[in-house]
């Protein structure tokens, strides 16, 4: 059953307007990811996705992640638009953060886009920032996006979401 969109107040993007299949778009606004005090990432050259229902997930270029934090996991995925996906555990401050962000190393050709970048949950980190405004994570712990108030609903992940 698909829910009734909220309407968009002004300024606000409606995720129910985003396409299906999903599309890859750069973006200049400023992603930042803090956690125990270090900045993980800091960019103005992110990817985001967009996808029906869903809040956009933000790719991060590699460059952009402060290095010696990434760590590979055998953990792999599939995604129906974007192909195998692997994981990456954060070795922040002592503290292993593990599966908390995704890459494609070998993307299908409409997310070329996307290849080597990384994209991560908000939920594991202190502190995700688009353009200053704290993110909230995308409900359900499986999906990525991140949520700002220029956003309107309802996203994909609340209980019942599994058909939308």
């Not at 606004?29 to 956690?35: D, L, S, T």
């Not at 790719?59 to 992640?65: E, N, V």
Request: one cysteine or more; hydrophobic letters at 35%; a neutral charge.
């Amino acid at each position: 059953m698909r829910p009734e969109p909220e309407t968009p107040a002004a300024g606000q993007e409606s995720v129910w307007l985003y396409p299906r299949p999903a599309i890859a778009e750069p973006s200049h606004r400023r992603i930042q990811i803090v956690h125990a005090g270090i900045v993980v990432a800091d960019t103005s050259s992110a990817v985001r996705t967009l996808e029906t229902s869903h809040p956009p997930s933000w790719y991060i270029p590699p460059d952009s992640i402060t290095s010696g934090l990434l760590r590979s996991s055998d953990r792999r995925s599939f995604c129906e638009w974007k192909g195998e996906a692997r994981y990456w555990h954060l070795d922040v401050g002592g503290r292993m953060l593990r599966d908390v962000g995704w890459s494609y190393a070998n993307p299908t050709r409409a997310f070329v886009i996307l290849r080597d970048h990384i994209a991560f949950y908000a939920a594991p980190f202190d502190r995700c920032t688009i353009d200053g405004e704290r993110v909230r994570p995308q409900p359900g712990g499986f999906y990525g996006g991140w949520i700002t108030s220029d956003l309107a609903g309802p996203f994909k992940g609340v209980p019942g979401s599994m058909g939308w």
